[in-house]
């Protein structure tokens, strides 16, 4: 089976051709075009709507050929078996672009669209070809840290989820995207923050770890961006050292949160598998502390996380959810919804 994937739910345009083989736990990436925009964004100190979306009529077609060149699709409409899209969550404009091109092409084909929640998307980034040796037995627990999430899924079988809770008010990488602001760092914060916190000093500050105690499975992350801000006003002029001490322990006490939480869910759910998803699982630390954190306790758990340019938004991954969540859906009946969440 060959599907194509598209997304654009936020400020990527991207297209991708996946084939799967009935008898290989994982899907092959054919194809996979996701040219950055994040010159274009850094420009401007983050993303604004309007101007990602208009990148993206712009870019939405060529991506889609070079894709399909790219996986020597010449005729769409014989060698395709479905178009996966992102239906949401997302900005609506960008939504928009992704959504209406999969429905016209689906038209023009004559092939099914799977519409795919964009979080479940990053969840089965896990399942794409990689360096992973095992199938990745259920239950598993996926920790989807992105930009605009930070949720505890339960995943029972494919298409049997269970949320377990989520950010009462910043995602994991809007915190570090907010707080590399207030750094001075380049935009995303997130990998600006990785980079300084190699050269930080873990001793020199400690920030709070919200709601690191509490049995529920939800995070807080903006008291942390408040600390950081008090530690800002309190030292006008920050040097280069200031700011990597900063970002060390910003870095550690978002780590610390997240480890400590997704441990004790993973036992209370008794799960075979931990699986990191979204951009923020790129980070390296954070690997290693998952990795540290399984593989030296011996827990009967193994640890997935997808390949460091499959943690960030790419239209592979939406392929991969569609062919494991065969939801086809009729062309008419596929609409953005930039408010969807975890069902
Ligand atoms: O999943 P993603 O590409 O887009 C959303 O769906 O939101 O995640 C983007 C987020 C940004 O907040 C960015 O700062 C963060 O992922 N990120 C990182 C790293 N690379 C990207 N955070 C920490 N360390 C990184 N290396
Ligand atoms: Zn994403």
């Not at 091109?101 to 519409?115: D, F, M, N, Q, R």
């Not at 360096?131 to 079988?157: C, E, Q, R, W, Y």
């Not at 200031?242 to 480890?259: E, F, G, K, S, Y």
């Not at 306790?297 to 959810?321: G, S």
Request: glycine share 8%; with cysteine; net charge negative.
């Amino acid at each position: 089976m060959k599907i194509l994937g598209i997304e654009t739910s936020c400020d990527e345009t991207g297209a991708a051709v996946i084939e799967t083989d009935e008898k290989k736990p994982r899907v092959r990436l054919l194809s996979n075009v996701f040219p950055s925009s994040m010159a274009l964004h850094a420009k401007t100190g983050g993303i604004i709507p309007e101007i990602a979306a208009r990148e993206q009529v712009k870019y939405i077609i060529p991506v889609v050929q070079s894709a399909l060149d790219n996986a020597r699709i010449t005729s769409p409409g014989e060698q395709l078996d479905a178009i996966a899209v992102t239906y949401g969550p997302g900005l609506i404009g960008s939504l928009l672009v992704g959504v209406e091109t999969a429905k016209t092409l689906s038209l023009v084909w004559g092939i099914p669209i799977i519409p795919v929640n964009h979080l479940f998307g990053h969840i089965y980034a896990n399942w794409i070809e990689g360096d992973a040796k095992t199938d990745i037995a259920f239950p598993a627990l996926a920790l989807v840290i992105s930009g605009g999430h930070t949720d505890l899924v339960l995943l029972k079988n494919h298409g049997d989820t269970l949320w377990l809770g989520g950010t009462r008010d910043d995602a994991a990488g809007e915190a570090l995207d907010k707080i590399g602001r207030l750094l001075g760092l380049p935009y995303p914060g997130g990998p600006s923050i990785e980079e300084q916190a190699k050269i930080g000093n873990p001793k020199r500050y400690h920030f709070p770890r919200p709601l690191i105690h509490e049995r529920a499975f939800d995070f807080s992350f903006s008291g942390l961006k408040t600390a950081v801000l008090h530690e800002v006003k309190k030292n006008v002029h920050l040097t280069g050292q200031d700011v990597a001490d900063i970002a060390r322990a910003t870095q550690d006490a978002i780590i610390d949160v997240l480890v400590v939480k997704t441990m004790r869910a993973a036992q209370t759910y008794h799960v075979s598998s931990i699986i990191l998803a979204g951009g923020v699982a790129s980070n390296q630390e954070i690997r290693e502390k998952f990795n540290y954190e399984i593989e030296h306790k011996k827990l009967p758990i193994t640890f997935f996380v997808p390949e460091k340019y499959l943690c960030t938004d790419n239209a592979a991954m939406i392929a991969t959810a569609a062919f494991y969540n065969k939801s086809f859906r009729s062309r008419d009946t596929v609409a953005a919804n930039p408010e969807l969440y975890f069902d």
